[in-house]
């Protein structure tokens, strides 16, 4: 349990710069959620957290301290990596044992015993304990490393998109369980995701990455209701906002060249005429396709709407987000 | 729906395949066949003409393999007491007495030594190299690296007699620490390559969980690479030991005495009056056996090891 303040952190590999000047302070208890797309630095923040890189710039404190001169298992971190991370040649217990019999912690075999079983009860692979690592499928090898990640009580849990490779049913009960387990340890997460809906439930904040700098960093309606910038706006939203040309309306402010509307930012029944092209069923939301003046977008309607494709729609913006040239927010 | 498929071969095509493997067997196991069986024989059988597939086994090629003899005259055979075991029963027969036991015993255990001796210890820098070499930022990696392959690139013995002065200058000639160095020398280029090889194939992550799991460098190195390693490991060194085993030009040049091995020892034996043929193929045969258990023993790993990489685990 501790907070975690990253300061003004860079890291290059080679040409490519991977984190630059990337500073954010995660509360003690904190669940933070990295979003970005894949080279945005996320996994790189992982490990310098962690201590398997070092930074060529910037410090990480945990606690308070600077652990830039700790070992990997000095800083007391557990990570759940995106792939690889089980020990081929142990059972599943004794992959999930093998942090407690580190020299660091060394606990007695009973003590390490009960607590095996009690992770693999909450994961539900109690029953594969005695299994090679690599006679499980995809799904029970993910859930026995965060099981690994589990046992013990560090200081952080570094988590990259460790539901994946699951499937939706098994993801959506893990990410319930995994709040559970953060809401009942009040541990410090930090975790890295490309779902947004893992984004939003489970964070108490969210950092969004872009080309290996903190563009935004807040809580997640914080983050979906004003995003600083046309790129932090796209990571979060199903579906994605639609980005217009700032002149298809009337009222828009100085500078502003683009309109971003998300689906409640459009009132529909009144203003200019669009032009239904497709209906979407999904299921628990129903997307109208439109096209306004040669442009297309994408909005969400009442599953029981009589629109079809060819009618006509009068749509007006309510409140809605205005970006400049560069794609950063004007109002 | 016919009878041909792609993937299980034609009746016709195993028939052969059978043939092929029987022909190969045969042509490899029949000089170790005759070997083993030379063995057995006595010393006019083995060198009959035609020589004798069907015969009376004997043991007279052990006894002599173990023993120094000499002639005795019929009055020293009859003052002797009558013999205790198979041993002076078999000598006495053919008028002989046991003057001492031969050499071959040390000789054999100085094989042992030596072979294992360079064999562990080439695994064991090996294996040091080539996990910094595969892990580790090391400056002129790939220099160093062809510096250590082109030690192969010329015959061992191509360097004899620079290695049989350096030898005789630093005290080395017909010590066992000679010859494991020099065996070590040899192997551990195959060695470090190898194992390289078989460590790149092992990814990372694995080390960097244990590192976060609260284990030091070398720990992690210890429990998670090396048993995944193993594999590799037993290759090589089944490589290692074959050579270190069989080499003859070296120590024929460089022991002979306390630290001479096997190999150049098995030609050198007599028996009274003429090659001792028998003897000689059962010192092959014991000789035999050591590289063929450990292969034994090991060939899980190595059917292993040739596959390693190919399957995505």
């Known amino acids: ?331 | 729906m016919s009878a041909w498929s792609v993937t299980e071969p034609s009746a016709r095509s195993k028939g052969i395949a059978a043939v092929l493997v029987i022909l190969y067997t045969v042509i490899t196991l029949l000089p170790l066949v005759w070997i083993i069986a030379t063995g057995f024989k006595t010393g006019p059988d083995s060198i009959s003409y035609p020589p004798k597939v069907i015969f009376q086994p004997s043991l007279e090629g052990y006894v002599n393999l173990f023993t120094d003899r000499t002639r005795a005259t019929p009055e020293q055979l009859a003052a002797m007491p009558p013999p205790e075991n198979f041993v002076d029963e078999i000598v006495q027969r053919r008028g002989e007495v046991i003057t001492q036991p031969s050499k071959f015993g040390a000789r054999f255990l100085n094989s042992v030594i030596i072979g294992f001796g360079s064999t562990f210890l080439s695994i064991f820098l090996g294996t040091l190299a080539a996990y910094a070499f595969s892990r580790f930022r090391v400056p002129l990696k790939d220099d160093l690296l062809f510096f250590i392959l082109s030690t192969r690139m010329m015959p061992p013995i191509a360097v004899a007699i620079p290695i049989f002065l350096m030898f005789r200058q630093l005290g080395l000639s017909d010590t066992h620490l000679g010859m494991i160095l020099l065996y070590t020398g040899v192997n551990i280029s195959l060695a470090v390559w190898l194992l390289k090889g078989f460590i790149d194939e092992i990814p990372r992550e694995y080390e960097e969980a244990a590192l976060i799991d609260g284990y030091t460098r070398l720990q992690a190195f210890r429990k998670v690479v090396l048993p995944q390693a193993a594999t590799g490991i037993a290759s090589t060194a089944i490589f290692c030991l074959i050579f270190a085993w069989n080499e003859y030009a070296f120590a024929f040049l460089l022991t002979s005495g306390t630290a001479q091995t096997a190999p150049p020892f098995i030609p050198t034996i007599f028996g009274v009056g003429g090659k001792d043929w028998p003897a000689v193929a059962a010192g092959a045969t014991l000789f035999l056996l050591p590289v063929m258990i450990f292969t034994i023993l090991l060939r899980k790993h190595l059917l292993r090891g040739i596959t390693f990489g190919a399957v995505r685990k």
């Not at chain 1, 310098?48 to 830039?68: E, Q, T």
């Not at chain 1, 560090?154 to 098994?170: C, G, N, T, V, Y």
């Not at chain 1, 964070?203 to 914080?222: I, K, M, T, W």
């Not at chain 1, 297309?296 to 599953?303: E, S, V």
Request: a neutral charge; aromatic letters at 4%.
């Open chain 1, 1 to 331: 349990m501790a907070e975690v303040v990253l300061d003004g952190l860079s890291k290059a590999f080679g040409k490519t710069q991977a984190l630059q000047g990337v500073s954010m302070t995660i509360p003690d208890g904190a669940f933070v959620v990295l979003l970005g797309p894949t080279g945005a630095g996320k996994t790189t923040t992982l490990r310098l957290i962690s201590g398997l890189d070092a930074p060529d710039a910037g410090d990480v404190r945990i606690g308070g301290a600077s652990v830039l001169a700790d070992t990997p298992a000095q800083r007391d971190v557990a990570m759940v990596f995106q792939q690889y991370s089980l020990y081929p040649h142990l059972s599943v217990r004794d992959n999930l044992a093998f942090p407690l019999r580190s020299p660091i912690l060394n606990w007695p075999e009973p003590q390490i015993a009960a607590r095996v079983q009690d992770v693999a009860q909450v994961l539900r692979i109690a029953h594969k304990l005695d299994n090679k690592a690599t006679r499980l499928s995809g799904g029970e090898m993910q859930r026995v490393s965060i099981g690994r990640a589990l046992v013990r009580s560090p200081r952080i849990f570094l988590m990259d998109e460790p539901l994946s490779s699951l499937d939706a049913k098994l993801r959506a009960e893990l990410r319930v369980e995994l709040k559970r387990i953060h809401t009942d340890l009040g541990a410090t997460f930090l975790y890295v995701t490309h779902d947004q809906i893992e984004a939003m439930t489970m964070a108490s904040h969210v950092g969004v990455l872009d080309c290996g700098r903190l563009v935004q960093f807040g809580a997640p309606r914080e983050i979906y209701e004003n995003p600083v910038s046309t790129y932090v706006a796209t990571r979060l939203g199903q579906p994605r906002i639609n980005l217009l040309p700032a002149g298809l309306f009337p009222g828009a402010p100085r500078g502003a060249t683009q309109i971003g509307l998300r689906p409640e930012h459009i009132r529909q029944g009144e203003g200019q005429a669009a032009t239904v092209r497709r209906i979407e069923h999904l299921g628990d939301q129903t997307r109208l396709h439109l096209t306004l003046a040669g442009h297309g977008l994408i909005t969400l309607t009442d599953a029981h709407s009589p629109l079809g494709p060819g009618d006509t729609l009068a749509i007006r913006p309510e409140n809605p987000l205005w970006f400049d040239a560069g794609g950063i927010r004007v109002i």
